[in-house]
């Protein structure tokens, strides 16, 4: 199946600076989306982006599907952007849709 | 307001019990997910449903058991023949044909003591 790596796993930063976070997949896919799951465990959908560059705030994404890889930017981080960051991507089988999701990126906000 | 409500929100079982998690959605989603997630991990796959009375298996589907009588709910039983049960579950529901739109509850954290 599809595999989704994500980097870096763990990432601490200070309050208002700026982070990227990189999602690879190893194969060709038409559908790709970033989740933030805060530290209660809640999933919020961020953004889903096939393609192209997408902005919500001091949010943004950019996939290059013909690369295989999407990256998210946080810009002047704040300490409510901790948690984890999944990448998914949306595989179609016999059976209908399903999403494979990395192993996400850890991020701590600090003051 | 719409949502997915999962329950319990806790949830501790003995070795060797079957017990069954809850998921309810008013979105009028047609599809519905079951993941398990381990600490540090991302998520995997259990079941999925497409539509009432069909269900396709996941990625790590032995060990459990799902059903599809209504749209509204998609519960999960987790059985004795699940060697590591000890996670935290979430359900998901998404509209039909469409690649976006995923909602996922706030899932239930199982311990088996």
């Known amino acids: 199946g599809i595999q989704v790596e994500q980097s870096p796993p763990d990432l601490i930063l200070q309050e208002g600076a700026n982070s990227t976070l990189r999602c690879n997949f190893s194969?060709?896919?038409?559908?790709l989306q970033w989740f933030h799951q805060n530290p209660w465990g809640q999933l919020i959908n961020l953004f889903y982006?096939?393609?192209g560059t997408k902005q919500n705030g001091r949010l943004s994404a950019t996939t290059v599907a013909t690369e295989r890889y999407s990256l998210l930017y946080i810009s002047s981080s704040q300490t409510t952007d901790s948690g984890v960051y999944f990448c998914a991507v949306l595989q179609t089988t016999g059976g209908g849709n399903k999403l494979t999701f990395g192993t996400g990126t850890q991020l701590k906000v600090e003051l | 307001d719409g949502g997915i409500t999962q329950s319990p929100k806790y949830l501790f079982r003995k070795e060797g019990q079957n017990v069954t998690l809850s998921c309810e959605q008013n979105?009028?989603?047609?599809?519905m997910y079951w993941y398990r997630q381990d600490p540090g991990q991302g998520l995997r796959l259990i079941y999925y449903?497409?539509?009432?009375?069909?269900?396709q298996k996941g990625d790590i589907a032995e060990g459990y058991s799902v059903s599809r009588e209504k749209k509204e709910s998609f519960p999960l039983t987790v059985t004795s023949a699940q060697k590591n049960p000890t996670a935290f579950y979430l359900c998901?529901?998404?509209?039909?044909?469409?690649?976006?739109?995923?909602?996922f509850g706030s899932g239930t954290r199982l311990t088996v003591v």
């Open positions: 194969d060709s896919v038409n559908n």
């Open positions: 979105l009028n989603h047609d599809a």
């Open positions: 982006i096939p393609s």
């Open positions: 998901a529901s998404s509209p039909t044909g469409r690649g976006d739109g995923y909602t």
């Open positions: 449903s497409q539509i009432v009375n069909d269900f």
